[in-house]
């Protein structure tokens, strides 16, 4: 009798576990985990990706789509967060839609939208917006009336970490927006946000226009090629450097072919040198290739070839410091702006003569009193 009452409670206690095992496994098949999306964002107003308009205030909408709820949004203006608490939204057939009233700066305008939800972050792309005082032409040479920059800074590597390249970028935008530039400025890019960007900024150049492109960072020399090191690059050896970093001649061809009449300008304030040691290179081998830019483009290095860029121990690096310094100055060339960043690091101690490739058709000035 007891052993017959033992072997029921045995088998009811098993009966009972079977149970709490099927119903876990039956109720994870159930409520299976959906993964959270970021918030997409869709332009209604401009819709365009460039816009003139002739009046400084500017009703700007986007249209949020998402599934979770918006913790944060932003409109992004010249680089300034115009910052509001999710307050509500009107429901709209694309999702919801969020308006802001923004005052344009005279010239050239960078507008994107940022959005957070618990899926991520999104960023939106860059619309570019120019608020025309008057009758004249932005500044720049005769003929050539769009103004396009690019600027890359990078400055947070793993290894070798920098001081400056987000300084320089940031105190550059200032100064080229006051010049007529439509400016893009990114930081710290990896490889993949690299490409983007170039893709971004050579898709928005038009030919008889002035594309300018300023990279501040490490910067490597490898075969007599330079390269944009991405900050999640770590090329072990030389031949992983084409794969992990950038090659500075593709972009200045691209440049070249959207742009082939108008005014192509690059600013490499980077070094040009390899440094790793293990890397060894036989002798008799060139160090440096020159791109050999047609008439139109000029390529001003911080350096000579083989040689390293100072970061400098100020708010900027020694190259640009002296840059920002003249670039507003009214009807200078861009050689003699050369020659005087060149003599300014001179003046200052630092033997670092900037290095030119190419050469525009007839003077060029950043600032040119005749408009």
């Not at 709209?92 to 960078?110: D, M, R």
């Not at 350096?303 to 020694?318: F, V």
Request: hydrophobic share 35%; glycine share 8%.
């Amino acid at each position: 009798m007891k052993k017959t009452l033992l072997l029921g409670i045995l088998l009811a206690g098993a009966q009972l576990s079977q149970a709490q095992h099927d119903h876990k496994f039956k109720g994870e098949w159930e409520t299976p985990k959906v993964p959270l999306k970021a918030p997409g964002i869709v332009w209604q107003y401009p819709s365009t990706p460039q816009l003139t308009v002739e009046k400084p205030q500017l009703k700007v909408t986007v249209c949020v789509q998402s599934t979770e709820a918006v913790s944060q949004y932003q409109f992004v203006l010249n680089g300034k967060a115009f910052s509001s608490k999710a307050r509500g939204f009107k429901k709209v057939s694309c999702g919801q839609e969020i308006s802001e009233e923004l005052t344009l700066t005279p010239g050239a305008n960078e507008l994107h939208f940022v959005a957070v939800n618990s899926g991520g972050k999104t960023v939106s792309e860059s619309h570019y917006i120019t608020y025309q005082t008057g009758p004249t032409s932005p500044p720049g040479i005769v003929g050539l009336t769009k103004r396009t920059a690019l600027i890359i800074a990078n400055d947070s590597y793993t290894k070798h970490p920098l001081k400056n390249p987000v300084n320089d970028g940031k105190a550059l935008q200032e100064h080229l927006q006051k010049l007529g530039f439509t400016v893009i400025f990114r930081e710290n890019q990896s490889r993949k946000e690299l490409k983007k960007s170039i893709d971004e900024f050579t898709n928005g150049l038009t030919d008889k226009g002035v594309s300018l492109f300023f990279y501040a960072g490490h910067g490597l020399m490898v075969n007599g090629d330079n390269y944009l090191q991405p900050v999640d690059a770590d090329p072990a050896s030389e031949s992983d450097v084409q794969f992990d970093c950038f090659p500075l001649r593709q972009l200045v061809a691209r440049m070249e072919e959207v742009n082939p009449n108008g005014s192509n300008l690059v600013f490499w304030d980077a070094c040009r040198n390899n440094p790793y040691r293990s890397w060894k290179r036989g002798i008799g081998e060139m160090s440096h290739t020159t791109i050999n830019p047609p008439v139109g483009t000029m390529i001003v290095y911080a350096t000579e070839p083989g040689k390293t860029a100072q970061d400098g121990e100020g708010k900027n690096g020694l190259f640009t410091s002296e840059l920002i310094q003249h670039i507003d100055t009214p009807d200078l060339d861009i050689r003699e702006l050369i020659e005087r960043i060149d003599f300014g690091l001179e003046k200052r101690g630092f033997r670092q003569p900037p290095y030119i490739e190419g050469r525009f058709r007839g003077k060029f000035t950043f600032n040119p009193s005749e408009r």
